[in-house]
């Protein structure tokens, strides 16, 4: 597991999944167009409207979201047959994993075994934990395990390992020598995979927006309407997991019966036949992808240049057809939310409340601890270059993995009562709200820190002594943190259709909703004793003249009519028998 063989698809199967691609970008680029299109008017209406005063002074760290960089040696259990072989490992600051057959083989610029990029990955530290997970991927109908051949995994007890798992890859099996490493390779990893996974979320592009939005759109027309993770990654990998699930109930139904093997062998051939699959699916939509992108560039310059001019025009016309149509399903929408959404409103509010809530609690406990320790550092005159040591430390905060974990473990600790709304709500995002808490605290943290350093540059001269530079210091301390509750957290704002009666009908009803979730977060934030970044997190209406209150934070919240989708043809001819063997 980890060393890459030959395909177990041929070249008619690789051909079929590229035509299934290509299907799904001629479904999905024209709605990406539109969208496009609503997106700009969107930006452009965001512009011209009246700009509040923000309520945050915090600076905006100019640093880009990353991994700090990791390696060290590893051992990895790949092969064939696979064995438990030492390596080493490095983890990029992109959020790739790569692994050499030695440090020197790295040092020397060399190539690596392997690479992967880590979007959608879950680590996995019990070698139990894992060996039930590979026996729930290929149950044996019959339940006798006693013709299984020996398994490694089970021969050799692994004392501190690190298991990668993906619902569409071959899985990544390591183990560390320590349990500090163990530890500490973790988190590192754990960084990356949220790196990886929230690219699209954390932008604010009109691209991005766009593309999100319109994939709402396109799994709506075919009859997903709740909240999921599928769009953890970029536009590739996003596009790539959406057909992996079209494909998968086909891939089960013809594969599975076929694979040689039992137990684990035969899980882990699963996983190469999901993997090999995921590889080309992935090629493909990213050639496609690629192939518009010059196109995609002139459209929305062209948009830019046509929609400014005639921007108020529009949005008075979409404020006329947004009024009638609010006028038409006012009654019974207000009906059918008293009687399904009211009583509901306050425990997911809380929910989700409580896991922002949390992290950023820890954020301002943290960034304190890390501000008096300077002037503490300060008050005890120390070397110059001890203190330059010492002030890139508090810089390096908010990457720092082992100390931002503090913040990152009060957002996994809701990841149970998350997991609660999906039976009542059928909510399935609960990674999205957990690695969006997370980034949401790391960001803060990057901000209150580079405000602190710019203040104390400003206010720090050569003519103080040590005392009166820590007394400065505390000043600028107090100034942060007086900041830090009053911080409006950034959200994703994702473009809606604009011009369209599909459009502007979904933001009626989604827009009467909010104006409920908007009374039920005042009210619950009023009685909360921790100020929370997201007390202002819906923005103000695009369509200031008061016929569309559309946040564009919430996706899905109004059923439509499933439209007309290519139906997914399964993946055949199926592999040959013993293709898969183990």
């Known amino acids: 597991m980890g060393g890459r063989s030959s395909s177990p698809l041929d070249k008619r199967q690789q051909q079929h999944l590229r035509g299934q691609v290509d299907a799904l970008l001629r479904n999905f680029l024209p709605r990406y167009r539109?969208?496009?299109?609503a997106s700009i008017l969107q930006q452009i209406s965001r512009e011209l409207g009246p700009q509040e005063l923000a309520g945050c002074q915090l600076l905006h760290?100019?640093?880009?979201?990353?991994?700090?960089e990791h390696r060290g040696p590893l051992t990895q259990f790949w092969g064939h047959p696979p064995q438990w072989q030492p390596i080493f490992c490095v983890l990029r600051g992109d959020?790739?994993?790569?692994?050499?057959?030695?440090?020197?083989?790295?040092?020397?610029?060399?190539r690596p075994l392997g690479s992967t990029a880590l979007t959608g990955y879950t680590i996995l530290t019990s070698q139990c934990e894992?060996?039930?997970?590979?026996?729930?991927?290929?149950?044996d109908s019959s339940g006798d395990r006693t013709q299984e051949e020996p398994d490694p995994l089970l021969e050799m007890p692994v004392n501190f390992p690190l298991f990668l798992q993906h619902p569409f890859r071959r899985h990544l099996c390591f183990s560390a020598a320590t349990g500090e490493a163990q530890r500490s390779w973790r988190l590192a990893l754990q960084g990356g995979i949220r790196l990886r996974g929230t690219v699209l979320q954390r932008s604010q592009a009109p691209a991005a927006l766009a593309f999100l939005d319109t994939i709402r759109l396109y799994r709506q027309h075919q009859?997903?309407?709740?909240?999921?993770?599928?769009?953890?990654?970029?536009d590739a990998e996003v596009l790539t997991t959406v057909l992996m699930r079209e494909l998968l109930p086909a891939l089960r139904a013809q594969t599975l019966p076929g694979l040689r093997g039992a137990g684990r062998a035969r899980a882990w051939a699963w996983t190469e036949l999901l993997d090999a699959v995921h590889a080309v699916v992935l090629a493909g939509a990213s050639a496609g992808l690629r192939a518009f992108q010059p196109e995609k560039d002139e459209l929305l310059a062209a948009l830019e240049r046509t929609i400014r001019p005639d921007?108020?025009?529009?949005?008075?016309?979409?404020?006329?057809?947004?009024?009638?149509?609010?006028?038409?399903?006012?009654?019974?929408?207000?009906?059918?939310l008293h009687r399904k959404v009211d009583a509901q409103l306050p425990r997911v509010t809380q929910t989700l409340l409580n896991t922002a809530e949390a992290a950023l609690a820890a954020v301002q406990a943290l960034l304190a601890q890390g501000m008096d320790r300077l002037s503490r550092?300060?008050?005890?005159?120390?070397?110059?270059?001890?203190?330059?040591?010492?002030v890139y430390s508090f810089g390096e905060m908010p990457w720092d993995p082992e100390l931002m974990q503090t913040c990152y473990r009060e957002a996994e600790r809701n990841r149970g009562h998350l997991r609660?709304?999906?039976?009542?709500?059928?909510?399935?995002?609960?990674?999205?709200?957990?690695?969006?808490?997370?980034?949401?605290?790391?960001?803060?943290?990057?901000?209150?820190?580079?405000?602190?350093?710019?203040?104390?540059?400003q206010c720090l001269t050569t003519a103080l002594d040590c005392d009166q530079a820590a007394q400065q210091l505390e000043k600028v301390r107090g100034r942060v943190l007086k900041e830090l509750p009053e911080f409006e957290g950034d959200v994703l704002a994702v473009g809606s259709p604009a011009l369209t009666i599909e459009g502007i009908y979904e933001d009626v009803i989604r827009g009467v909703l909010l104006q409920r979730i908007d009374r039920e977060l005042k009210k619950t934030l009023g009685a909360s004793n921790v100020s929370c970044a997201l007390d202002v997190c819906s923005e103000a209406p695009w369509d200031q003249e008061g016929a569309d209150e559309e946040t564009e934070t919430q996706r899905g919240t109004c059923s439509r009519q499933p439209g007309s989708c290519a139906e997914v043809q399964p993946l055949c001819p199926l592999p040959p028998p013993g293709t898969l063997q183990s």
């Open 34 to 37: 539109r969208q496009l299109a």
């Open 61 to 68: 760290s100019k640093k880009l979201p990353r991994v700090r």
């Open 95 to 110: 959020g790739r994993l790569e692994w050499f057959s030695h440090r020197e083989e790295y040092e020397n610029g060399g």
């Open 130 to 139: 894992y060996l039930r997970l590979l026996d729930a991927l290929c149950p």
């Open 223 to 234: 009859g997903h309407f709740g909240h999921d993770d599928v769009t953890l990654g970029s």
């Open 311 to 336: 921007v108020d025009q529009m949005l008075r016309l979409r404020a006329r057809v947004a009024g009638r149509l609010r006028a038409e399903v006012q009654g019974p929408l207000e009906s059918c």
């Open 377 to 390: 550092h300060l008050r005890g005159k120390p070397s110059g270059v001890r203190l330059r040591k010492e």
């Open 420 to 457: 609660q709304l999906v039976a009542p709500f059928g909510f399935l995002g609960t990674q999205s709200v957990v690695f969006g808490a997370q980034d949401l605290a790391q960001q803060l943290m990057a901000d209150a820190v580079a405000t602190f350093l710019q203040l104390a540059d």
